[in-house]
């Protein structure tokens, strides 16, 4: 008896990734199946998810050359500047930065396209209802409310079940529903990693005095301290703090919480206010053992969460759909088996190395820059220092954050499938 597939290839997840992943496996040909635990609805509300994210100027490539930069470009920040501080207090609060800082500038890079930013800062919500639009403008088929309890692999397939009852067909099934992956515990993948004692409060502030594209970190020892520019004269506030503090500064009233806010980054930027609700992220490290399965294949946060140290988290896995869509367009246009363990072997050593060293190098971050010790304080500051006044090492490092260096995926270069 011949087995019909529902699609080609099942993608549970249509987060941001996701939804990235399946408008490129479409530009390309391939028939993607979303599914995803909340009503879709919910995901473009602004209570959903308050964070923003760093957009690496590579992953706005990739946006465009499936169609949806346009819809993003109203919402997106152009970040011209990035200042990073070292010290026991932010080097604005006491009217400019110490001595151990970092200024990278999108001037600096040569050979960019279209004179790119260092990248972009972009509300979450913002980017969920961009792609949303655009899966609905293709016509991509999406289940949402729907919860996966478990994949079966057999032969040439992978059959998708639903805690309704409903089981779908395909070749290959993509994990992409962030760390509690279904699809990842359903493959028997473990996972390593270990929880930081710390949490990520994010807010979203209005400045009196304009923010001129400038992205502000500091390095304190509780944590990374950041002030992230926004379209509309507004900022991201990400405010590492101990797991034990954080929500006592969520819990805190707008003008107790501005106060503290004041005495850590100062008033350099005049008056600032709240302009939505405080939420509140436990940070932890989680890394997959492996990325494929016979017939499955794990992207996103499925595969790698990291601290948000460096912005980077969303990259990673706008980099694994990239990735992933181009290995499966590839097979599929030379007639190979989407879903065999040849095909996807290459996604896995395309990928494997970047981010098995891209947690490892945010864990090492972590370690170094949420710590008090006057030694370490010291070597890392000289060696912040060493890395400003050498040019070809400071243009390395913002190629690197722009996710402009190793072996680009075709849409990281701007390049349609």
Do not use: C
């Amino acid at each position: 008896m011949v087995q019909t597939h529902d699609a080609d290839v099942i993608i549970a997840g249509a987060g941001m990734a996701g939804a990235t992943l399946a408008l490129a496996l479409a530009q390309g040909g391939l028939r993607p199946l979303l599914i995803d635990p909340q009503p879709f609805a919910t995901q473009l509300e602004p209570s959903f998810d308050g964070r923003s994210s760093a957009i690496a100027f590579s992953s706005f490539r990739a946006w465009d050359a499936i169609g949806v930069g346009d819809r993003m470009r109203p919402h997106a920040q152009r970040i011209e500047q990035i200042l990073v501080t070292d010290g026991r207090r932010p080097g604005a609060s006491s009217g400019g930065p110490t001595a151990f800082f970092l200024r990278f500038d999108a001037a600096e890079i040569a050979a960019r396209v279209h004179s790119e930013p260092l990248g972009y800062m972009m509300e979450n919500r913002r980017t969920r209802v961009a792609l949303s639009q655009a899966v609905e403008a293709a016509g991509l088929t999406i289940h949402a409310p729907a919860k996966v309890t478990g994949v079966e692999v057999k032969g040439a397939g992978a059959r998708v079940i639903l805690a309704d009852g409903r089981a779908f067909r395909a070749p290959l099934v993509i994990g992409a529903e962030g760390r509690g992956s279904a699809v990842r515990k359903a493959a028997g993948i473990g996972v390593l990693g270990w929880d930081y004692r710390q949490s990520g409060v994010v807010a979203t502030l209005k400045m009196e005095r304009p923010h001129n594209g400038v992205a502000h970190e500091y390095f304190l020892p509780s944590g990374p301290f950041a002030i992230l520019p926004l379209t509309e004269n507004r900022a991201s506030l990400v405010w590492t703090e101990t797991t034990s503090a954080a929500p006592a500064l969520k819990a805190a009233r707008p003008e107790v919480f501005l106060s503290l806010l004041r005495r850590r980054f100062g008033d350099f930027l005049g008056e600032v206010s709240l302009t939505g609700p405080t939420f509140v992220y436990p940070l932890s490290l989680q890394l997959a053992e492996r990325m494929i399965r016979p017939r499955i294949a794990l992207m996103g946060d499925a595969a790698h969460g990291v601290h948000p140290i460096a912005g980077q988290g969303l990259n990673l896995g706008l980099r694994d759909a990239a990735v992933l869509a181009e290995v499966l367009v590839d097979a599929a246009r030379l007639g190979e088996d989407i879903g065999s363990e040849t095909v996807l072997a290459r996604y896995s050593a395309w990928r494997r190395f970047d981010t098995t060293a891209m947690a490892a190098g945010m864990d090492a971050f972590v370690h170094l820059f949420s710590n008090d010790n006057t030694a370490v304080r010291l070597a890392r500051g000289t060696g912040m220092a060493l890395v400003n006044r050498i040019g070809p090492a400071r243009r390395f490092f913002m190629k690197e954050a722009g996710g402009a260096v190793g072996d680009l995926p075709r849409l990281f270069r701007g390049q349609v499938l």
